[in-house]
């Protein structure tokens, strides 16, 4: 049996910190599930990582339901919790009510908006269906052309108790877990004490109760962005691109492939074909 909701919220009783992983794709997923990751999170960031746009509002509900039925295939243990995606939740409680069921029809155990009071009662509205929903602050990519763009959150007195105090009411509207995304490490840590729920950390520190990485950016495999939050386990494009050049060098000297790679036919019949 997967984890559930409430395993992840026993984490924080049990001072045991969370660790999620974005990912995508059913290959990597599942090599994410096999190393006893908590949680896999089927970002929106897929739009960038995943199909190159420049940001995450060009995402949609089919692409989202598409990356989360072949994560839900990969995984075993992990709990599944996608992304869902810019203008799917916004212009109504309807709407964001009946996307939210359509990832879960996709195979996730909740999903994750971006927003604080403002979407509080969206979120209980969400919840009240059946749906657990993970709380997303700090920097929210979705809203950035509203703001100064990527960059640090909660630096100052007043955005520092706007933060706590969106923690605060997203956490009273439901929420089971909450992502803060670049929030300066003190304010983390603040709302990390203040709310029942774990926290979630990218680029906020280490107080947070779980964090997250795209498992890309973990592998060294997505070159484009390099945030400093994201610490490179492998430098994976490096040896991708190296091999490539091996393979392309092979096929032009004809070293690949070799009798080990091809097929043969039955000799008998090989032999009444010459004949
Ligand atoms: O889309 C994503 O990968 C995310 C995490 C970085 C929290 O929202
Ligand atoms: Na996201």
Redesign the pocket.
């Known amino acids: 049996m997967h984890k559930s909701v409430q395993d992840i919220i026993n984490m924080k009783k049990e001072k045991k910190k969370v660790s999620v992983i974005?990912g995508y794709d059913y290959t990597l997923a599942s090599l994410c599930d096999k190393a006893g990751i908590d949680v896999l999170?089927v970002?929106?960031?897929?739009g960038m990582v995943m199909l190159g746009y420049e940001n995450?509002i060009p995402v949609t509900m089919d692409q989202m339901c598409m990356f989360t039925e072949a994560v839900s295939r990969a995984r075993n243990n992990a709990l599944l919790v996608a992304?869902l995606p810019f203008m799917s939740y916004q212009a109504s409680i309807e709407d964001a009510i009946n996307n939210s069921g359509k990832l879960v029809k996709a195979g996730a155990d909740a999903v994750?908006l971006e927003g604080g009071s403002i979407m509080a009662e969206t979120i209980s509205a969400i919840v009240d269906v059946g749906i657990p929903v993970m709380g997303?602050i700090g920097l929210q990519?979705q809203t950035t052309m509203l703001s100064e763009g990527y960059k640090v959150q909660g630096r100052t007195k007043d955005t520092a108790i706007k933060l706590i105090q969106d923690a605060k009411e997203i956490e009273e509207a439901g929420v089971f877990s909450i992502?803060l995304?670049m929030v300066s490490h003190e304010v983390a840590q603040i709302i990390s004490e203040t709310v029942s729920i774990p926290t979630?950390g990218?680029g906020s520190g280490a107080n947070c109760d779980g964090q997250?990485l795209?498992v890309q950016d973990l592998l060294g495999m997505y070159d484009k962005i390099k945030p400093k939050f994201a610490k490179r386990y492998m430098n994976l494009s490096e040896d991708i691109v190296k091999s490539l050049e091996d393979y392309k060098s092979d096929v032009e000297s004809g070293t690949f492939p070799a009798e080990e790679n091809w097929f043969s036919m039955n000799p008998d019949e090989l032999k009444k074909l010459r004949e």
């Open positions: 974005t999170l970002g929106d960031s897929a995450t992304d994750k997303h990519p992502a995304e979630i990218i997250v795209v």
